[in-house]
């Protein structure tokens, strides 16, 4: 028989670990930063926006009663990430978990969409991912443990007309995680993505009415409507925990059912 029993719930217990999440400010990057906070990581918000940061970060630390900060930072900077990693180590000591919740989408025909519009989301979603994760990878090798979850897309997994930038982002975000996966696995370093379907953020709200939306988009899951901020909570908290030990090079869906039809 067994001595003890085995950890349970207590494997999603983020007491004592720092987090730096990007995008960290507002929509899947503030829900997720709210997740790890409410199960006990201390937490640095990265956003370009040092005021709506600074609000975040002060109303999530009343909240949860963890240390939330904030960080101004152009994460397709290579000298901004690695700035960023310096002020977590100065403020927490260590980094366990990365989340690159930061992205940009910019949707149209692909006769309509201009090639600087492309590039620019390919080196928010694609070059910013990428730094972020270079960054931090010295230190979580020194350490010799560690978290990467990238905001991955259910469009990056299947597609959808008139967002080539988008989709064409996020399909190199999914591979960049299964690579760095294999890469980093030997040093118990953790590279995984969450792939989220339509959640009803900031970026999503334009589009929320039209015709497309309604059919293609919410329409077309399972569930037959938006995702809920706080429905992405439990796939960050368990891929940044004990719990999530064994995922590597995991693409989890939280789609409502999109890409099971």
């Not at 025909?109 to 519009?117: G, K, N, R, S, V």
Request: net charge neutral; aromatic share 6%.
């Amino acid at each position: 028989m067994r001595k003890e029993p085995l950890p349970g719930i207590k494997q999603f217990d983020l007491s004592g670990r720092a987090a730096i999440v990007t995008g960290g400010s507002k929509g899947l990057g503030l829900a997720t930063a709210a997740g790890l906070a409410s199960a006990g990581a201390n937490v640095m918000l990265v956003n370009r926006n040092a005021d709506e940061g600074a609000a975040a970060a002060q109303e999530l630390s009343l909240d949860f009663g963890t240390t939330v900060l904030s960080f101004s930072a152009d994460i397709t900077s290579q000298e901004q990430t690695e700035a960023m990693v310096r002020e977590a180590l100065k403020a927490f000591g260590r980094i366990d978990i990365l989340i690159n919740s930061a992205g940009i989408n910019i949707r149209g025909p692909i006769d309509e969409i201009t090639p600087e519009d492309f590039t620019k989301v390919l080196t928010v979603n694609v070059n910013g991912t990428w730094l972020c994760c270079r960054a931090v990878t010295p230190h979580m090798k020194k350490a010799g443990s560690g978290r990467i979850i990238n905001l991955a897309s259910t469009l990056g997994l299947v597609g959808l007309a008139n967002r080539t930038p988008y989709t064409a982002s996020k399909g190199a975000v999914v591979q960049m995680t299964r690579a760095l996966a294999l890469e980093l696995a030997p040093f118990n370093i953790n590279v995984n993505a969450i792939c989220p379907g339509p959640f009803l953020t900031e970026m999503n709200v334009p589009i929320a009415e039209s015709e497309e939306t309604k059919n293609f988009i919410v329409g077309a899951t399972a569930l037959g409507r938006w995702g809920q901020l706080r429905e992405i909570q439990g796939a960050a908290i368990f891929l940044a925990s004990d719990a999530g030990s064994y995922l590597v090079g995991s693409m989890l869906t939280v789609d409502g059912g999109w890409t099971a039809k």
